[in-house]
């Protein structure tokens, strides 16, 4: 079978692909699409640990039912919100977006 | 080194290797297809987890609807030629460190937690586990809060989205 | 109990297969005579005009969004339609309640005019 770190180390490793998507890219909808990624990293390892250290308590899997609920939430708008700045500012490059920063 | 440790070594290379492609290529459909790569093979690994309801979820809702979404995003925003151009800002060196960081960080931490060692799950003594799934979710012990919860939560992201995205008259 | 899922597996695979080797035929075999009249985008004929990129109207964004909110549902749905004959009213009446809430979002899609397409 397979040991639990396996499941662990490429969860890690997937949240981390996603972390540097998040803070390295420009365009609003990849800096979503790596919000996914890491969500789905979180799912795995909640699965996992479902499965590995306590697979009959089915929390888990209700837990990671209501992560997909919230992504799903979570995308919904956060593509609105970047739709209605493209459609504001001609840009979805956050750079660009720094009004507030001022 | 057994079956199912083959197909999990693959299905973990694609995955990661999808993910890396989907934040690095420029043009934003191929980033698109690279995530849905990506998603299938989390829903493997679900299966591998024997959490076979999640991974028709994952397929269902990732690939079916979220990947979808995103697509259509990506064809709303297409005049953006600009961040296609200079696909990464100035702080991409130190996100590449910090993420690398990170993960040595993770997997030193979990390294030295007991329950990193464990190596085969215990059987699973459910003969059906999306009945244990509705139980938990509607019964009056249950989690009937949290399933509540997550209506309202769906309604107030539609609203929002509606909200946000539909273009409004001037002076409205 | 794994192998339940070997079809499934055997479709993605044969699919995968299938569809790298009539891409990877099309561009062996293919011929590629390549001139200006045939890498611009295609108008009937007609040379083009304006940009090839025609602005996309955003309903298509807001249908898939109500398209993500009943998908969620549905995944809510088939596990209390799983246990429905055990739980009986308490059921039903929770599951009234979950798609009241969620009605309520149909019904302002409905009235903000989201959902006309003219």
């Known amino acids: 079978m397979i ?22 890219r420009r365009n609003a909808v990849v800096i979503l699409m790596s919000v996914e990624l890491m969500l789905n990293a979180v799912n795995i390892n909640l699965v996992a640990f479902w499965r590995y250290l306590n697979p009959n308590d089915i929390s888990g899997q209700v837990f990671a039912i209501i992560v997909f609920a919230v992504a799903a939430a979570e995308v919904a708008v956060g593509l609105a919100l970047v739709i209605s700045l493209y459609r504001n500012r001609k840009t979805i490059s956050v750079d660009e977006v720094d009004l507030m920063k001022w | 080194m057994s079956t199912v440790q083959i197909v999990f070594l693959f299905v973990g290379f694609m995955i990661l290797l999808a ?27 679900f299966v591998l987890l024997e959490a076979g309801y999640l991974a028709v979820i994952q397929v269902l809702v990732y690939i079916g609807a979220i990947a979808i979404l995103m697509i259509f995003a990506v064809m709303l925003t297409r005049g953006d030629v600009e961040s296609l151009t200079h696909i990464t800002n100035r702080y991409a060196g130190w996100a590449a460190v910090m993420g690398a960081f990170l993960l040595f960080g993770l997997v ?11 190596t085969s799950p215990e059987a699973i003594e459910s003969a059906n586990p999306v009945l244990d799934l509705g139980m938990a979710f509607v019964s009056p012990d249950g989690f009937t809060v949290p399933f509540i919860v997550a209506s309202v939560l769906l309604l107030a992201a539609f609203i929002g989205a509606i909200y946000a995205a539909f ?5 409205e | 109990m794994l192998l339940d899922y070997l079809p499934i597996a055997v479709l993605v695979a044969v699919s995968t297969i299938l569809a790298v080797v009539v891409v990877a035929l099309g561009g062996i075999l293919g011929p590629r005579r390549k001139d200006k009249r045939k890498s611009e985008p ?28 009943f998908d969620i549902e549905v995944v809510f749905f088939l596990p209390w339609a799983v246990v429905f004959r055990q739980l009986g009213l308490f059921g039903l009446i929770e599951m009234f309640v979950f798609i009241l809430i969620l009605l309520v979002g149909y019904v302002y899609a409905w009235k903000t005019g989201a959902l006309e397409w003219e």
């Open chain 3, 42 to 69: 295609y108008e009937s004929g007609m040379r083009p005009i304006g940009p090839g990129t025609r602005k996309m109207p955003v309903r298509f964004y807001l249908i898939a969004v109500l398209f993500i909110l």
């Open chain 2, 19 to 45: 993910a890396w492609m989907m934040v690095s290529r420029s043009n934003l459909v191929h980033s698109a297809l690279w995530l849905v790569v990506a998603l299938f093979g989390v829903a493997v690994l």
């Open chain 2, 167 to 171: 273009p409004r008259k001037k002076g």
């Open chain 1, 3 to 24: 040991p639990l770190s396996w499941y662990l180390i490429l969860a890690a490793a997937l949240f981390c692909i996603g972390f540097y998507g998040v803070l390295a």
């Open chain 2, 108 to 118: 030193i931490v979990l390294g030295q937690w007991p329950a990193f060692q464990t």
